[in-house]
Every structure is written in C-alpha cells, then in structure tokens.
C-alpha cells in the first residue's frame, strides 16, 4: 500500500523487452534505497512494481503485458521522468489516502492554467470511471494523491500547489499527456458492498439493486 506522496523523481534509464513483457530500469535520484530489498514494492508514477534487482543507482522491475496495456508505462520512453514512493511501513503517517498502486485506468490532460502561486489541471478520465470521483473526494494522479477541486461529466479540475509542482513530475505535462488514474478505494468497496448477495451474478449497481438495499423510498 501507498500514500500517494511523491517522495522522489526517478528517470527511467533501461527498457528491456523480455517475451511480450518489460524490464524497466530506473533511476531512483534522491530516494534512498538503503532500507530497500529485493522483492519489495516501489510505486513508479502510480504503478505498483517488484524490486528484482538493486545495481545501486537504482533499481530494476519486471512489467507485465497487462500492465504494459492498461498503464501509461509501454508509452514511456528512456529519459522520462516518473513520481516514485516506497510501500507504506506499518508505522508510517497517511499523509495522502490509501492508494494501493493498481491504476484503475488512463486520463489525459485536457488545460493547464496559473491560479495564483498554485497550477489547475484538467484531466478527463474514461468514462468507466467518473462515478466514482467525488467533489472534494480522492484521486490519484501518476501515483500523487490529490483532492477533487470539482467534477464535470468525465473532467476533473484539479489544484496543484508549488510543493507538489515542484516535487512530482507535474512540470512535465502537457495538454494531451496520459496520466495513470487511481480512484478512492473506498468508492470501489462501496460499490461492490451495495450489490449484497448480487455480487455473486452480477457487477453493476442499477436502481433495483439501490431500492432492494433500502436506499430508495418511491413512496410519495
């Protein structure tokens, strides 16, 4: 698990094709990796990836087709930057929220405007997944945790204060950049708690499900 705080910039420095899947290097720049062993998990711009190898700048991580498709990492290129956070030691501050690094799907950045010392982002996000992003709610954007500004339709407007424009690769985006999307946690358990026995046939919360869970009264 993760907190969706960026504690480093990392720069992808190898990407190694192997059977249909990857091997990523990547630079880790300022975060240590002294407490860091093979097989741990490293959040790289919002994707959960297995340390396999430690050459000592950095470390090396195997990326799986699946990922490679739903991720925005088979589109990197050597050079790139990406957000990078450790796995969450039990005795840690969630700074954040509860990010668990499996992205739920991509977005792209739609404009990028000044709002005083702070930037605003607006990113869209597939329609499979604006209902479950909230005004105020939680999301995260290439591994950062961030607060919904507002929400219309599918675009999500977002405020990006100098410390996180500064510490994540926020600065490299562009109108058009894809970006890795994970939604509040919270917001998929809910869905699936409503559903009740329903779970078991089906995946989608409908009106009758809502009515027969006591959430609708249609008396008048």
Partial sequence: MFTGIIEAIGTIAAMEQSGGDMRLRIQSGKLA????????????????LTVTELPGDGYWADVSLETLQ??????????????????????????????????????VVQSISRDGRSWRYVISAPKTLAKYIAHK?????????????????????????????????????????????EVDLIARYLERLLLGDAAAHTGTVTVDTLRDAGYLNDSR
Avoid at 33 to 48: E, P, R, Y
């Fill in 33 to 48: 990796l002294n407490d860091v062993t093979l097989g741990d998990s490293i959040a790289a711009s919002g994707v959960c």
């Fill in 137 to 181: 709610g939680s999301i995260t954007v290439d591994g950062t945790s961030l607060t919904v500004n507002a929400i219309s339709g599918c675009d999500v407007d977002l405020n990006i204060i100098p410390q996180t424009f500064e510490e994540t690769v926020f600065a490299d985006y562009q109108v058009g950049t894809q970006v890795n999307l």
């Fill in 70 to 107: 739903l991720t925005t990492l088979g589109a990197r290129q050597v050079g790139d930057r990406v957000n990078l956070e450790k796995s969450l030691p039990p005795q840690s501050r969630l700074g954040g929220h509860i990010v668990s690094g499996h992205v739920d799907g991509v977005g």
